[in-house]
């Protein structure tokens, strides 16, 4: 099947506007995780989902970032009140069971610009 | 807060020459270590992991070295090609939480004919 994928590939917004990032897992991928890659730097975590609920969400730098995955699969990052230090591209990975040892696949990221 | 150091930062290597990529970590609580490689506008990919019962696992071209004691590890890639030039990652679970990869800084391989 389809591996991960990420809509948009690319968004460009304004400072203090709200933005949302969707992904879409592996079909049957119960384990999700969204990672924010900075120019330069390995990707870093944000928040990690078995099924619809957080497990840990203690990655997220503040409360202007909240994520959703209401059914189990499809998830949605969303940034409130956007400042230009969240430029970064947003990656998405599932993988089939729990962490560490399952692999994570890898979307190909959202490219998000804060002008 | 988990702090993994990886190095080289670049790396230029001859076509059939081998790539050494190191990484050293403080604390896990989770003996598994990844290798992710990236391509330019991709997501990063599994290259290779180790489950450390073993102190070396080898996929192909592909080898992980690890030493337990000096918390350390190491990418080999013999016989080094043109298309594995790409940007690779070492990661190291977190001493809290297993759903925590921290990620090296990156090593970007060039690999040149």
């Known amino acids: 099947g389809a591996g991960v994928s990420q809509t948009p590939s690319n968004k460009v917004t304004e400072k203090g506007k709200y933005v949302e990032l969707r992904c879409d897992p592996i079909?049957?991928?119960?384990?999700l995780y969204w990672y924010r890659q900075s120019l330069g730097q390995g990707p870093e975590f944000l928040i990690y989902?078995?099924?619809?609920?957080?497990?840990?969400d203690s990655g997220l730098p503040n409360d202007r970032f909240f994520a959703v995955r209401p059914e189990g699969s499809v998830s949605t990052l969303k940034i409130q009140r956007t400042e230009r230090g969240d430029s970064a591209v947003y990656l998405c990975a599932s993988s089939r069971g729990s962490p560490p040892y399952n692999e994570q696949f890898f979307g190909p990221g959202t490219r998000l610009t804060v002008l | 807060q988990q702090q993994v150091k990886q190095s080289p930062q670049s790396l230029i290597v001859q076509k059939g020459g081998i790539s050494i990529i190191n990484c050293a970590y403080e604390?896990?609580?989770?003996?598994?270590f990844p290798w992710y490689q990236q391509f330019p506008g991709k997501g990063p990919a599994l290259l290779i992991a180790?489950?450390?019962?073993?102190s070396e696992k080898k996929e192909g071209r592909f080898t992980i070295s690890f030493n337990k004691s000096a918390k350390q590890f190491s990418l080999h890639i013999m016989d080094s090609q043109p298309g594995d030039s790409a940007t690779y990652f070492c990661?190291?679970?977190?001493?809290?939480?297993?759903?925590?990869?921290?990620f090296g800084t990156g090593t970007r391989l060039q690999v040149t004919l």
């Open positions: 989902f078995q099924g619809t609920g957080a497990a840990d």
């Open positions: 990661a190291v679970p977190n001493t809290g939480t297993a759903s925590k990869l921290t």
């Open positions: 079909s049957g991928h119960t384990a």
């Open positions: 604390n896990t609580a989770f003996d598994y």
């Open positions: 180790i489950r450390p019962d073993v």
